[in-house]
């Protein structure tokens, strides 16, 4: 149990640096009440909309139904000031409501005015966006949405229960807050380039006689691919429209005997044209503007023999256009193949996680010896990061906004400093540090959490039961094909014996050189019919955590690779999995209670220390990284009970 000793020598601390913080919290809250008062006149404004609006949905989504977005598709963020990546917004004449997870409960308080009300997500007591719709609106109401931000797989049932209570969802393709939002971004249109077979390991050839046999066995004569980071991956091109993700805004759909991509022409370079010939080879393809997707598939479905494969989370606008007679509406055949990792994109996945451990050891090394100058911030650090990064070979820039967090602003699960919230980074509080890298090798993602003073015993205790629930689910062992979900609970039992948790996932999936989070599979308590379950050849993180609010945030992050386990039995030959941890980064020994670990934990976490000893240090040695690598062997001098 937590005893009561480690509560009160907390609290005193705690006091200490909320003063400290005050001064530094995030910035005060976005006024909104302009741009909201405009929005409802649009509501009602039939020339606009097919006929007034009771309440209008926005999400937080692109046509394309991406978790991060282009600056010019933050519309969410623009109304409601609330710019975490996750949450949808419902505007009424009287109400305005932001729905978001428990990863954001803290930052949408700080961020968002009193003209909104924060609903937490995943509570008991928060009614569902529909459920809420429902209670709140007079019998009647017509609810809009932009189609191309929701998912048919969403759009539908939310359709169905405001139906059943008298109302009507209709779709409003003329989008209300680009209406209001006066100095709203253009659309990004970055260059593509090619990435050679020595990273992709496969030809889009090759692809293609692989999606076309699944396509054979649904019946499938077109197979409409949205999600960018597909079609990244089936073209081996990348691109940079959204940042820190790989992509470039696209759509395409394959047929039986040629394929389209319909893309602005500005992308469609000379090295562009000669890679897809090439990699294509003799398959037929063309090439078609943007907006001519919608267009191009009636047409296309006018002539259909078969059935049209579109995935079920991709946008209403598209996919009504498909009947549901016709339509197979599955996970696309590439959402598998691209998370089930060829052994070209697992080995340069290892190389990626080598390079990156020596960028991390260098940042630590380097910040912990310069920590007590008092001159170095959470964005300041944030930038050293990303030099050091910058050193590594194929670099291309962080997989997602560092997230360099000191003391209170670690318990904002998805904190991101501002020159109005950045503070120095300190020798008297817990820092918190989540990044990742993209290299054409290969995407990283790992927290450490650190002290570069002396934890509290309390800090220490919370710390080592996210270290024991990080072990217990790294070290286990598992059915194939098992949904992550049955798996959440490992990572949580420490912090369950003495009534904590955390408000998070605890595992997503990773691409290689694309999104740094990606599906299907994740490991949690939530579960998705969709969700295929865990197979070899995957990479997934394993990040439990803890967060005090106004105090510290603590979280252990790796990326692990399912590989086969070697077990005794194989029950009804199905086979048995378990995880390699591929992240090299030691772990904060100081944070430590080594008494409550078992002696397996402890020889585990000495045998991952020499492992970051021999596959980083030669690396770090090298690169003349002389003081990096003394860092990296005191941390990992080995424990003992």
């Not at 800090?459 to 286990?476: A, D, P, Y």
């Not at 598992?478 to 992550?484: A, H, M, N, V, Y």
Request: charged residues 25%.
């Amino acid at each position: 149990m937590l005893s009561q000793r480690y509560i009160s020598g907390f609290k005193s601390l705690r006091i200490k640096l909320l003063r400290t913080f005050s001064s530094k919290m995030p910035k005060v809250a976005t006024a909104t009440g302009n741009q909201l008062k405009r929005l409802r006149d649009c509501m009602l404004d039939t020339k606009l909309v097919p006929q007034p609006l009771h309440a209008y949905i926005v999400p937080s989504a692109d046509s394309h139904g991406s978790e991060y977005l282009a600056e010019c598709d933050k519309r969410r963020a623009f109304i409601s000031g609330f710019t975490g990546s996750a949450g949808t917004a419902i505007i009424t004449q009287d109400h305005a409501c932001l729905w978001t997870d428990g990863r954001y409960f803290l930052q949408a308080t700080e961020e968002m005015d009193t003209h909104w009300t924060l609903m937490r997500e995943g509570l008991p007591t928060t009614p569902k966006q529909a459920t809420w719709l429902c209670q709140t609106l007079s019998t009647g109401s017509v609810v809009g949405v932009d189609p191309n931000l929701l998912s048919y797989n969403t759009w539908m049932p939310f359709k169905d229960q405001l139906e059943s209570a008298g109302h009507k969802l209709i779709p409003v393709e003329k989008n209300l807050v680009d209406l209001v939002w006066d100095d709203k971004p253009s659309v990004a249109c970055n260059p593509v380039v090619p990435l050679p077979l020595k990273f992709s390991g496969k030809s889009i050839k090759d692809k293609l006689t692989d999606i076309r046999s699944q396509m054979h066995e649904k019946n499938a004569s077109l197979l409409v691919l949205t999600f960018l980071d597909e079609i990244a991956w089936f073209l081996n091109m990348r691109g940079s429209d959204i940042e820190y993700n790989p992509v470039f805004f696209s759509f395409v759909i394959i047929g039986e005997k040629e394929f389209t991509i319909f893309i602005d022409a500005k992308k469609f370079t000379p090295e562009v044209e000669a890679h897809l010939k090439t990699e294509a080879d003799g398959e037929k393809f063309h090439i078609k503007d943007y907006n001519q997707i919608k267009t191009t598939l009636k047409d296309q479905l006018a002539d259909l023999q078969g059935r049209v494969w579109i995935c079920q989370d991709a946008n209403y606008s598209l996919s009504s256009l498909v009947s549901s007679k016709i339509a197979v509406r599955e996970n696309t055949p590439i959402q598998l193949m691209k998370a089930i990792k060829n052994p070209v994109e697992i080995q340069g996945m290892r190389n990626a996680h080598i390079k990156d451990a020596a960028a991390l050891c260098c940042y630590f090394a380097w910040l912990e010896k310069n920590v007590s100058s008092g001159q170095i911030t959470e964005i300041s650090g944030a930038d050293k990061l990303e030099q050091f990064r910058g050193m590594q070979e194929d670099f291309r820039g962080p997989s997602f906004d560092t997230i360099s967090s000191v003391g209170p602003h670690g318990a904002i699960i998805h904190y991101k400093p501002t020159k109005d919230s950045d503070v120095p980074i300190r020798s008297d509080c817990i820092y918190l540090c989540d990044s990742g890298g993209q290299y054409r090798d290969g995407t990283t993602d790992v927290t450490r959490t650190l002290h570069f003073g002396t934890p509290t015993d309390y800090e220490k205790e919370c710390f080592t039961r996210v270290l024991k629930g990080q072990i217990k689910l790294g070290t286990s062992i598992f059915p194939s094909k098992i949904r992550g979900n049955y798996l959440d609970s490992f990572a949580r039992q420490y912090l369950w014996e003495v009534g904590l948790d955390y408000s998070h996932g605890t595992g997503h999936g990773i691409g290689a050189y694309l999104n740094v989070h990606e599906g299907p599979i994740e490991v949690s308590w939530r579960t998705t019919k969709e969700d295929p379950g865990l197979d070899v050849g995957m990479f997934i993180s394993n990040e439990p955590g803890f967060y005090e609010n106004g105090s510290f945030g603590i979280r252990i992050e790796d990326i692990v690779q399912i590989v086969p386990a070697q077990t005794k039995h194989n029950f009804n030959n199905r086979g048995f999995l378990t995880f390699e941890t591929v992240t090299l980064v030691p772990i904060q020994t100081k944070m430590m209670m080594v008494d409550m670990l078992t002696t397996a934990e402890v020889e585990h976490i000495n045998g991952y220390h020499q492992k970051c000893r021999d596959v980083v240090g030669p690396l770090l040695e090298k690169q003349g990284h002389k003081e990096a690598k003394e860092w990296l062997w005191r941390e990992t001098e080995p424990i003992c009970k």
